[in-house]
Nanobody, 124 residues
Framework: HVQLVESGGGSVEAGESLRLSCVGSDFSRYYMAWFREAPGKGREGVAAITGADVTYYTDSVKGRFTISQDNARNTLYLQMNSLKPEDTAMYYC?????????????????????WGQGTQVTVS
């Protein structure tokens, strides 16, 4: 059973920062990403990374968010700076050992096998 545990969410004011963490196991062998889902909206791919540190960011977070992974600690991070109210959502960590993510028309195109339970981010 693969378990992903997110943490680091919270309530902040616009302009502040948060760092999300996602702990699992054997991260070096997986494709990984952060998704978010706001009330009334579909799930959106925010940032993704490969074992070779190839990254993707959705346009709305470019220059503000940074995805990274620490394989020694089996942890995926999402550093979120200059947060905006529109960043308010439940954030989910996801990974897959063999199904690589891709980008179609600028959006993350991926159906990962494993998901965390999410961590709430609220920006006012």
């Amino acid at each position: 059973h693969v378990q992903l545990v997110e943490s680091g969410g919270g309530s902040v004011e616009a302009g502040e920062s948060l760092r999300l963490s996602c702990v699992g196991s054997d991260f070096s062998r997986y494709y990984m990403a952060w998704f978010r889902e706001a009330p009334g909206k579909g799930r959106e791919g925010v940032a993704a990374i490969t074992g070779a540190d190839v990254t993707y960011y959705t346009d709305s977070v470019k220059g503000r968010f940074t995805i990274s992974q620490d394989n020694a600690r089996n942890t995926l991070y999402l550093q979120m700076n200059s947060l905006k109210p529109e960043d308010t959502a439940m954030y989910y960590c996801a990974r897959d050992p063999s199904n690589a993510w891709s980008v179609v028309d600028g959006a993350l195109f991926w159906r990962p096998r494993y998901w965390g339970q999410g961590t709430q981010v609220t920006v006012s």
